[in-house]
């Protein structure tokens, strides 16, 4: 059986510009609610996403990732 590949998906919203990289956990979790104008799926998709692609490669960035996934998650719950 094939295993399944996960493509890469360019999101309609703005570009990051290297944020993803260069900003910190918490700072790029507000960033992506902004940007996403509080769209959970969008903000979990573009993580996840990033995740995917980074958690063999470059686990640390992965991490990170996973942070601000959580950091947004419990700010838009609030």
Known sequence: MAE?????????YEDA?????DLSCD???DWL???RKGNKKAI???????????????PTYAKKM???????MK???K
Request: with cysteine.
């Open 4 to 12: 399944k590949r996960p493509e890469w998906k360019d999101s309609k």
């Open 17 to 21: 510009k290297g944020k993803f990289k």
């Open 27 to 29: 700072a790029l979790a």
């Open 33 to 35: 609610i902004k940007s």
């Open 44 to 58: 979990v998709g573009s993580l996840n996403q990033q995740i995917v692609f980074n958690r063999k490669k470059n």
């Open 66 to 72: 996973k942070c601000a996934r959580n950091k947004a």
């Open 75 to 77: 700010k838009l719950d």
